[in-house]
């Protein structure tokens, strides 16, 4: 079939600039072959990535048509409209050249931090029962493309992201490992596990149905198991969210007046740092000086919260063998 490919060679996502190349390609070659094709027979100067051809590598991932695509797994047929297929770079990365993106801050830095290899834990013997969550990890490609549907990483260029969570997830889960509390506690700071919002987004977007977004609440439910909390290594988080447990499990609702003063750091500290904000909503009757009561029923929260303890204890005990 006749094929043109608009290949983004300049300007910038908003304004782009087009080279027009056409091509006769059978519809169920790739795009990413079909690129191979343009370029060995029209222009040797086209810039993109990609080694293996068959999804392997995780290098040809591209925005085609407007949709993010690991190149090589998508043929021109199905991708095509109207014999058109616009050819330009994933959102997040920089350009080195035409689309070829360097991916080292936006993807393979974050990876390499929790790629340190398995530290073997002394040894017993392991079940497949017990490697077959790590093998499904060890299936990522690092293409991208969840990170590239990530709205955390949409706002905040920081964040871990998905791929690099499932290496996290991979070694983290390894039954012969034996630093696993340590990956953690490293996954649990800033912009690792707990920035994620789960809004399902990398899952949808996993071309190898690798469920990264499930991987991540797996790897926060080991991360609880371990004794490690949303917050960890703030302390100014994790006194928040003690403080608005103990209110919830004590009384029933929030207080928060008190979650405000111990996130600041108890009566004093917290009194001075958040005096102009509680005088403000005061004046804009958004506060009150009423002493905060215990609800009818809280007793019954209470036991849930003593339930989900005692549940959480057992559980981290099993997690941590
Ligand atoms: S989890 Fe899936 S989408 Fe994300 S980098 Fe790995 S293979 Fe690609
Ligand atoms: S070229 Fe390797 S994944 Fe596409």
Not at 163 to 185: M, S, V, W
Request: hydrophobic fraction near 35%; include cysteine.
């Amino acid at each position: 079939m006749e094929i043109t490919f608009k290949f983004q060679r300049g300007g910038t996502r908003a304004q782009p600039e087009y080279v027009d190349y056409q091509i006769d390609v059978p519809p169920e070659m790739t795009v990413f072959d079909a690129l191979v094709a343009v370029r060995e027979t029209q222009d040797g100067t086209l810039a993109f990535r990609g080694n293996c051809s068959v999804g392997f590598c995780g290098d040809c991932t591209l925005s085609v048509n407007g949709a993010q695509k690991v190149t090589c797994l998508v043929t021109v047929g199905k991708t095509q409209k109207d014999g058109v297929i616009t050819v330009q770079p994933i959102r997040y990365a920089p350009v080195e050249k035409d689309v070829m993106h360097d991916m080292r801050k936006f993807l393979w830095d974050k990876v390499d931090v929790f790629a340190k290899g398995v530290v073997p834990n002394g040894g017993h013997p392991v079940t497949d029962e017990e490697l077959r969550p790590v093998r499904k990890a060890m299936r990522c490609t690092t293409c991208g493309l969840c990170d590239e549907g990530c709205t955390v990483i949409d706002v905040n260029l920081d964040f871990y992201g998905p791929a690099a969570l499932t290496k996290l997830y991979r070694f983290a889960f390894d039954p012969r490992d034996g630093i696993t509390a340590e990956r953690l506690r490293e996954g649990s700071e800033v912009h690792g596990i707990w920035d994620c919002v789960h809004c399902w987004e990398a899952t949808e977007h996993c071309p190898f149905g690798l469920e990264p977004t499930h991987l991540i609440m797996d790897t926060r439910d080991r991360a609880i198991a371990h004794g490690i909390k949303s917050g960890y290594g703030n302390k100014m988080l994790e006194r928040h969210y003690d403080a608005f447990e103990e209110s919830i499990s004590r009384k029933g609702w929030l207080d928060e007046r008190s979650v405000a003063l111990q996130t600041y750091g108890g009566l004093i500290k917290g009194g001075l740092h958040t005096l102009p904000l509680g005088l403000r909503a005061l004046r804009k009757g958004k506060a009150t000086l009423k002493p905060h009561y215990k609800r009818p029923g809280a007793d019954r929260i209470r036991k849930i919260f003593d339930r989900y303890n005692r549940a959480n204890a057992s559980l981290r005990k099993e997690k941590q063998r």
